[in-house]
T-cell receptor, first 118, second 108 residues
Framework: GAVVSQHPSRVICKSGTSVKIECRSLDFQATTMFWYRQFPKQSLMLMATSNEGSKATYEQGVEKDKFLINHASLTLSTLTVTSAHPEDSSFYIC??????????????FGPGTRLTVL | LAKTTQPISMDSYEGQEVNITCSHNNIATNDYITWYQQFPSQGPRFIIQGYKTKVTNEVASLFIPADRKSSTLSLPRVSLSDTAVYYCPRGGANNLFFGTGTRLTVIP
């Protein structure tokens, strides 16, 4: 099946710094990718929709200036957490529905990135 | 729109069949029903999808009644490795909105 990778798998940073997380579709193209955040013992929360060649669409309550999303190519989306604070510590997961594959709802998820802000 | 609802947790012994039901009260006409499995510190993994009636693959079956307001994921003969959280998110081909999920614990 289709594979989505994320890099890094885990990162620890100091408060106030910025962290970039990459999401790549390895064997398929994705015009759209999604970013989720998951706190311990909680469900996934959709943060934003990343659109190749255009601006991302953010869910209500998600600060677009804090969580910068760039979808520069059909296989890469990046999420940058700017001026990170301890409350941003979470598990960030991306997903992509493969373009052109006849699986109406199926999305492929990355392995996640564990962010810890000290 | 309300997210889907499902039991918070379930326990089952190894070798038993497990059925997890999800309520899709606000499902859109064009939405398929999908189920995902998630292990700790991993991204969700697609299990099965369907539109109506019954779908079966190598790992599970999915039962969807005619009104499509619910669905039941059936896992035959579970093993310890099936211990995970199971989600039936709301949404279509694009956005998926996850509810609480069902934490399945398989007991030896």
């Amino acid at each position: 099946g289709a594979v989505v990778s994320q890099h890094p798998s885990r990162v620890i940073c100091k408060s106030g710094t910025s962290v970039k997380i990459e999401c790549r579709s390895l064997d398929f193209q994705a015009t759209t990718m999604f970013w989720y955040r998951q706190f311990p013992k909680q469900s996934l929360m959709l943060m934003a929709t990343s659109n190749e060649g255009s601006k991302a669409t953010y869910e209500q309550g998600v600060e677009k200036d804090k969580f910068l999303i760039n979808h520069a190519s059909l296989t890469l989306s990046t999420l940058t957490v700017t001026s990170a604070h301890p409350e941003d510590s979470s598990f960030y997961i991306c997903s992509a529905p493969p373009s052109g594959i006849l699986s109406y709802n199926e999305q492929f998820f990355g392995p996640g990135t564990r962010l810890t802000v000290l | 729109l309300a997210k889907t609802t499902q039991p918070i947790s379930m326990d089952s012994y190894e070798g038993q069949e497990v059925n997890i039901t999800c309520s899709h009260n606000n499902i859109a006409t064009n939405d398929y029903i999908t189920w995902y499995q998630q292990f700790p510190s991993q991204g969700p993994r697609f299990i099965i999808q369907g539109y109506k009636t019954k779908v079966t693959n190598e790992v599970a079956s999915l039962f969807i009644p005619a009104d499509r307001k619910s669905s039941t994921l059936s896992l035959p003969r579970v093993s310890l490795s099936d211990t995970a959280v199971y989600y039936c998110p709301r949404g279509g081909a694009n956005n998926l909105f996850f509810g609480t999920g069902t934490r399945l614990t398989v007991i030896p």
